[in-house]
């Protein structure tokens, strides 16, 4: 029998971290809020014992309101688990002891692993663990998944977590509250759930609607409101006394000690810095303006190594001739430029990027961010799938789920056709950048922030979505911390891996397929007919054909105009030509992956239609960008 665990947490607490640690590198640790959207499984042996671990979404409560709150909510109570790890923050512990009250509630046995002691202690927060689980009931490990101490006693602790069961600490609330329990509790039958009556009462109290259908009879829920004169808000009135007791355990706990100033106001100089009204943009904005310079310097010298390897080799193969022969170089040819091409580019990307995100870095920038979506009315966390759109559309497009209405979620996952992810950044540098010049990549990328900012007022216009308050919407942002190079290499390697296990066949197929379509004489069946479109983009007939490949996988894209442009790109098109088909290669929807992803979580007809719209767009668009820059 498998020993399943759940870990639960807020977000940031190091939870994907812990996971990684457990069982190796099989989820991608972030160090921002919304990565984890659905539950994350992943197993192993120990001690000969088969361990299963379930990685819920970050959370604060367990109060049904967010996608969040719902994924772990039926992981925790409708799922068979044998108990749960509570990743503690120890910096603030109150909090994180609220959402373990309410899984203790539900007497599921848990582990408290009690995550960034470190931290804690820098600031002068030490915690005595073993008076916290004297005082839960439940064992308290201090961890630290990064450098792997107290993973053992974690899971030696996991090995006996069912010993615990019905063993540790309940909260408890005034007699009012303590009566109406009870009589709810009276309408609750073991038959219909396996969970405590007392816990589902609560939830019922609560006003989670999820748990009404455990009763005998709804009307008791009235009655017994009506009686709580003393309660008219209950619910509120069982989080205050939930937050009431957390913070008295935690204040019993916690021991406070002196720290230097310098030490203790190291990260509020790099908060007030990053977080400025003013310069915190201006600092986010330099950021990104250095990664991609370090993308173009960094990467250009590597494609450039790359391209003249890649060259010299296939001046060594000869597979002879026929159609077979020439359909086997060209498929090397097209997988050979497409490595050179956007190799460099996408894994620097990758490096850097999670170089800043591992740093605490990438929250602040997400942070100031943010304050510009609230010229489209969207809320605060819309930034995180644009955010995680500089990577890939697919898992953008899915944590769109973190958004509250279906308007704000079809809304962000179209401005993710202006959102350059790893692909659509190699074209720019490994195409633009490398044949035209660095100002004409960041001519590009200036092109896409205007396409950004027509395309959301467009759509802004059409899906009305209504102004809300300004809310500070994003959770607590995570300490800073020295990256650990291990951990952004296993990162760095998990996100490439797609580009080396599917990208890469696929190059070669392309060339193949290119070899096939020329050869039989059907090059022109697919130029002909959208001729129209490559006279709009003042572009070369044949430059059509990389554009529809590119949506087949958008790393197609470079090495097909290599094939059917002969190699040097710069002796075929002008660098105003290159400016335009970079800009019509990256505006759009970018690939089939990314239209199923959208078809998946919105339905085939909005799915194809914003696909269709968005790429007619980034045709119209490039058309004038160039003919308006013609002028000058």
Known sequence: MKLRIILVGQPNVGKSCLLNALV????????????TVEVTTAEKTVAGEEMVFLDSPGIYSISDRSEEEKVTEKALFEEEIDGAIIIADSVSLERSLYLAFQVLEAEIPVVIAL?????????????????????????????????????EELVNALLEIKETKGKTFTVRYDDHIEDAIREISSQVTRTQTQLP???VALRVLEEDADFYGYLRDKRTIEAVKEGLIEHPKVAEDIAITRYGTAAFIAGKV???????EAA?????????????????????????VTIFGALLFIGSWIQDVLTGFTEYLLSLIHLGVGFGGTALEAGLAG???????????????????????????????????????????????????LALGLGCTVPATRSTRILFTKKEKFF?????SCVPCSSRIAIIMGVVGYFGGKWLALSVFITLFVSFLVWGYVVKRITRIEKKPVLYELPELPPYRIPSIGNIVTKSWIRMKTFVYLVVPLLFLGGVAYAGLDALGLTNVIVAPLSPITWWLDLPDVAII??????????????MLLLVLGGNVSSVLTPLQIYTFGVAATIGIPCIIALGMLIKEFGFNKAVLLTAASILYGLLFAGLAWRLISLF
Request: proline content about 6%.
């Open 254 to 260: 916690t021991h406070l000690v002196h720290v230097e």
């Open 115 to 151: 995550n960034f002691v470190e931290s804690a202690e820098k600031k002068g927060i030490i915690i005595a663990h073993k008076k916290l689980s004297k005082i839960l009931g439940a064992p308290v490990i201090p961890i630290n998944p990064l450098k792997k101490w107290g993973i």
């Open 546 to 559: 990389p554009l529809v490949f590119g949506f087949l996988q958008k790393d197609l894209t470079g090495s």
């Open 335 to 385: 997988m050979m430029a497409g490595i050179s091409i956007a190799l460099p580019y996408v894994f620097i990307f990758y490096i850097l990027f999670t170089l800043i995100e591992d740093a605490g870095l990438l929250s602040r920038y997400v942070v100031n961010l943010e304050r510009f979506l609230r010229w489209f009315n969207l809320p605060g966390r819309a930034i995180i799938p």
């Open 24 to 35: 190796g590198p099989e989820v991608i640790v972030s160090n921002y809020p919304g990565t």
């Open 412 to 416: 962000t996952a179209s401005l993710l």
């Open 264 to 288: 203790r106001s190291l990260d509020e100089r790099l908060d007030g810095a990053l977080l400025h009204a003013l310069g915190g943009p201006i600092l986010t904005i330099l950021t990104f």
């Open 197 to 199: 009556k007392r816990f």
